[in-house]
């Protein structure tokens, strides 16, 4: 691989991040892929778009979201300074609405009156409905029968917002079939319907939209280490499913080759037993859902099931970028068992009161092993990318609880 | 390691052309069933191929299961699945059409499918493997003509690269599409999925015209063709049919290798005849 000058370069013209990203998708979708991207390209530029979104994320997601330093986690920990980007104070409770309110006021210039989004853990299917809701647009969310189970708030949630959930039955049933699904649906209503994807996945332009949208997280981030730090991170953590989150946090410091990127991926009951969507870190190249990417899969190429206690990484691929800063050595990519999530949980809520969702627990989990590796006056940034509230029927299923 | 691939197309490699050469000369509309490689089963898959042929098939496409066909309704997925949970690859595939070609020289066989599992398995050995079993082409059904650079190696073998057309194709697009097309192009009759049951031959007949005027190469009309009615309405004006999901679905309780050879030439035959008469 060639090295890298400007990482805020890509994607190119076709949506390829190096070998990764593209379009690999029916040629029914061709015509409005290329039309998404034609509006896409134009509003991403447009001074009245720019300054309608930056108004929904100041007063309606509650933006900037502070930088809060875990002063007793990190001395419980022992090691350099843990610093957490908090997105789980945004509202609905999750860096998902920053794509969702962006990708609605796109919908909204295209005059499409339908929404359809998949979701995995519920969050991106809620930060859909929410933003529905408020444009009076209608919302269709597909989700994997497993993850309906496993994430009955979420579901419920979506319903008060006024969305249809669709329970998706075929496959493994979970995120990466909700997504065939919405595909489906989208191939069959493409005149009036606008597919909200919720990861930067998918056929370009959505890798490179959802990225735009998320990347205000790492702006801030940045901005706000030089004001109350003086200087910027020496690493930054992120959980990894699809990877949008992660994405967003470490986009704006990527030529900032000075700052270690870490993504966490979830290794579920540990990579070596199979059972882990670690995509990144035990996957190989192939192509899934519209790009070519880092995807788990057997040698006949069928898809394998994925396992993690989290529902949001539970994923057979990831986003292109990530392949890209794979291949580029730019960023690492690091296996979180989902033990070593439910430790960090708890740690975190203990020491700081702060309930994490379990996505983000990896994070936090990869946050404290970075903070270990470093002085005392190292500073690592964790993207606390959503709250726990979601999750606490899991966790207590998991521990034998009853609530 | 086997022979090289030669470089100017193998013996077998232009099927396809000669087979839609034969239909016109006849002034026949071509008939192409799709299966689910593996199902019902694979044990007689086969015998399965060799029962479209006696059914009145002239081209067979054969799908690849995929675990994840985003352009594929319920039964083609269920299929797939079914196969996938008996062990079915490109290998099976693969050894299968090389079976069929012991007895059967003449019948264009091209492969259907998503393009991981072909990733998966390399293009430049999926492109010599296939050649060597006797497949004339490929559909890829998620790798458009912005993405065919990587079927390069399948290209240079001789297999040809069956292109698909939608009713949302931009018409500068469809001049490139028509230009670029080999063998035969697939034309998706509606915006959907396979199975679905939205054919409107009235709202399609201009717009296929249009492609056969355009196209240098036949065109065959596929998606929610399920019956000899709707087969001899298309008919009119495409130069071939192609029917899927309602095949696998007559096929998929089939048991036993006259069970599942009896039902496909049942399905065909109407069909062929409806065809023949028009």
């Known amino acids: 691989m060639p090295t890298i000058d400007d990482f805020h370069a890509w994607p190119d013209e076709h949506g390829r991040f190096g070998n990764y990203g593209g379009s690999y998708v029916a040629e029914t979708l061709m015509a409005p892929l290329a039309e998404l991207t034609e509006a896409y390209l134009r509003l991403r530029k447009d001074p009245e778009f720019i300054a309608e979104l930056d108004r929904d994320l100041k007063y309606y997601v509650g933006r900037p979201s502070p930088i809060y330093h875990a002063e007793r986690l990190s001395q419980h920990v022992g090691g350099a300074r843990i610093l957490l980007k908090r997105e789980d104070l945004n509202h609905t409770g999750a860096h998902k609405i920053n794509n969702t309110v962006g990708q609605a006021l796109v919908a909204k210039r295209m005059g499409k009156p339908r929404i359809i989004a998949e979701t995995g853990a519920g969050q991106h299917g809620v930060a859909s409905a929410t933003v529905a809701a408020r444009l009076g647009l209608k919302c269709v969310v597909y989700m994997g029968a497993v993850d309906i189970e496993r994430q009955k708030m979420n579901v419920y949630r979506m319903k008060l917002l006024g969305a249809e959930v669709v329970p998706v039955t075929s496959g493994s049933k979970t995120l990466k079939d909700a997504l065939n699904e919405a595909m489906r649906d989208w191939v069959t209503n493409v005149a009036d319907t606008f597919y909200m994807i919720g990861t930067v996945a998918g056929p370009h332009p959505y890798p490179l939209m959802v990225r735009d949208f998320n990347a205000i997280v790492g702006r801030e981030a940045r901005a706000q280490m030089l004001q109350d730090y003086g200087r910027l991170p020496d690493a930054l953590t992120a959980c990894v499913g699809g990877g949008s989150n992660a994405i967003g946090l470490f986009h704006e410091f990527l030529n900032d080759r000075d700052v270690r990127i870490v993504g966490a991926e979830a290794a579920g009951d540990g990579i070596e037993t199979g059972h882990h969507a670690a995509s990144l870190a035990a996957g190989r190249p192939g192509v899934l859902h519209g790009n070519r990417t880092y995807v788990l899969c057997d040698d006949n190429g069928q898809i394998t099931e994925t396992h993690s206690v989290s529902a949001g990484l539970d994923y057979p691929g990831v986003g292109p970028e990530h392949s890209f800063l794979k291949d580029a050595g730019r960023a690492e990519y690091v296996g979180v068992t989902d033990d070593e999530a439910l430790q960090a949980f708890h740690l975190l809520a203990r020491t700081e009161g702060i309930l994490a969702a379990l996505e983000s627990s990896h994070a936090v989990a990869q946050a404290i092993k970075l903070a270990r590796e470093y002085p005392k006056d190292g500073l690592i940034l964790c993207n606390l990318s959503g709250r726990g509230d979601k999750d606490v029927h899991t966790i207590a299923a998991r521990e034998g609880v009853e609530v | ?278």
């Not at chain 2, 309405?233 to 192609?242: L, P, Q, R, S, Y």
């Open chain 2, 1 to 278: 390691m086997p022979n090289p691939v030669s470089p100017i197309p193998n013996p077998g490699s232009r099927r396809i052309d000669r087979r839609f050469a034969a239909l016109k000369a006849a002034s026949r509309t071509g008939l192409i069933p799709f299966v689910t490689a593996g199902d019902p089963s694979p044990e007689h898959m086969v015998t399965l191929m060799h029962a479209l042929v006696e059914g009145g098939a002239d081209l067979i496409e054969l799908g690849v299961p995929f675990s994840d066909p985003m352009a594929d309704g319920l039964v083609i997925q269920h299929a797939s699945e079914r196969a996938i949970a008996k062990g079915v690859g490109i290998g099976e595939v693969l050894g299968w059409v090389a079976a069929f070609r012991q007895r059967d020289a003449q019948t264009p066989i091209v492969l259907m499918g998503y393009l991981n599992p072909v990733e998966i398995h390399g293009y430049a050995r999926f492109a010599q493997e296939a050649v060597q079993a006797g497949v004339d082409g490929v559909l890829l059904v998620d790798c458009p003509l912005e993405e065919a650079a990587v079927l390069q190696p399948l290209r240079d073998a001789g297999l040809q690269q069956i292109l698909l057309a939608a009713p949302t194709t931009a018409p500068q697009r469809m001049v490139r599409l028509c230009e670029a097309a080999e063998g035969f192009l697939y034309y998706v009759s509606f915006a959907g999925i396979t199975g679905a049951g939205q054919l409107s031959t009235h709202d399609i007949a201009g717009r296929v015209a249009d492609v056969r005027a355009q196209a240098k190469v036949p065109v065959a009309v596929g998606f929610g063709i399920r019956d000899a009615q709707s087969a001899k309405e298309i008919a009119a004006f495409a130069d071939a049919v192609v029917i899927g999901s309602a095949l696998v679905a007559r096929l998929a309780e089939a048991t036993g290798p006259d069970d599942i050879a009896g039902r496909a030439k049942d399905f065909l035959q109407p069909i062929r005849a409806a065809l023949d008469a028009h």
